[in-house]
C-alpha cells in the first residue's frame, strides 16, 4: 500500500528543546516538502527536496532544517523550537523528472506544541 | 512570495446545492491544484490543472485553469454530506521566483446540511 509515514504525530515539548520528526515514502517518489498549516493561513511550505541531497528553502524555512540521505526518508528538524513554531506539521512527496506533476500525497500530520 | 487568495473562506449549505469556490493570484501560475482535507487527515488531491483554460472534471467536480493564468475555480454539484471539508487550491508560479515552491490559498471550509 502506497503510503507517507509520519511519525511522532503528536508531540508537546518545551522551548529549545531539538527535535526531529520523521518522513518517509514507499511509492519511489524524487520530491518531498514539509509545511506547516496554520489557521486562517492555509498551508505554507518549509522546505523541499527534489532529490536526494538537494534540497531547498520554502516559503518558512526560518528555525527548520531537513536532510535527504535517502530518497524514502526527509525528516524535519528543529533545532531550538520556539512556541511560535507550535503548529500542524505535513510531509508530501510526489513524483518529479522532466514533465513535473507536482501531484502531491500527504501524509497524515504532526501536531506540535512548544510550551 | 506569491500569494494566493481563496474565497469565500467558509460556506454553508444545504444537500443537493453546487458549490463554487476560486483562488487568484498577484502573478502567473503555471500549475493548479485542488486539495480536500477531511478533519484530522492530510489533504487529498482533487484535481490538477497544468494548462490556461484547461477545464478538468472528477466526477462532481469541475475545476479550471484560468486563461490569465492568474486564476482558478473549483465547482462541486449536487453536493452530499461528505463533501463536508476544507478545500484548498494550490499552485506553483513562474518567473523570478523558484519554478519548485508550492503556494497554497488559506481554505475554504465547506459545510454542507442534510
Known amino acids: 500500500e502506497a503510503q507517507v509515514t509520519q511519525n511522532p504525530r503528536y508531540l508537546i515539548t518545551v522551548t529549545g528543546k531539538k527535535l526531529t520528526v520523521t518522513c518517509s515514502q514507499n511509492?519511489?517518489?524524487?520530491?518531498m516538502s514539509w509545511y506547516r498549516q496554520d489557521p486562517g493561513l492555509g498551508l505554507r511550505q518549509i522546505y523541499y527536496?527534489?532529490?536526494?541531497?538537494?534540497?531547498d528553502k520554502g516559503d518558512v524555512p526560518e528555525g527548520y532544517k531537513v536532510s535527504r540521505k535517502e530518497k524514502r526518508n526527509f525528516p524535519l528538524i528543529l533545532e531550538s523550537p520556539s512556541p511560535n513554531q507550535t503548529s500542524l506539521y505535513f510531509c508530501?512527496?510526489?513524483?518529479?523528472?522532466?514533465?513535473?506533476?507536482?501531484?502531491?500525497?500527504f501524509g497524515p500530520g504532526t501536531r506540535l506544541t512548544v510550551t | 512570495g506569491q500569494q494566493l487568495n481563496q474565497s469565500p473562506q467558509s460556506m454553508f449549505i444545504q444537500e443537493g446545492e453546487d458549490v463554487s469556490m476560486n483562488c487568484t493570484s498577484s502573478?502567473?501560475?503555471?500549475?493548479w491544484l485542488w486539495y480536500k482535507q477531511d478533519p484530522g487527515e492530510g489533504p487529498v488531491l482533487l484535481i490538477a490543472?497544468?494548462?490556461?483554460?484547461e477545464l478538468t472534471s472528477n466526477g462532481r467536480l469541475t475545476a479550471q485553469f484560468g486563461i490569465t493564468r492568474k486564476d482558478s475555480f473549483l465547482n462541486i454539484s449536487a453536493s452530499i454530506p461528505s463533501d463536508v471539508g476544507i478545500y484548498f487550491c494550490?499552485?506553483?508560479?513562474?518567473?523570478?521566483?523558484?519554478?519548485?515552491?508550492?503556494?497554497f490559498g488559506a481554505g475554504t471550509r465547506l459545510t454542507v446540511k442534510p
Open positions: 508530501a512527496t510526489g513524483p518529479a523528472g522532466q514533465g513535473l506533476s507536482y501531484e502531491q500525497y
Open positions: 511509492m519511489n517518489h524524487e520530491y
Open positions: 527536496s527534489m532529490n536526494v541531497e538537494v534540497t
Open positions: 502573478s502567473i501560475f503555471n500549475t
Open positions: 490543472l497544468y494548462k490556461a483554460g
Open positions: 494550490a499552485g506553483r508560479g513562474v518567473g523570478l521566483y523558484n519554478n519548485n515552491d508550492m503556494r
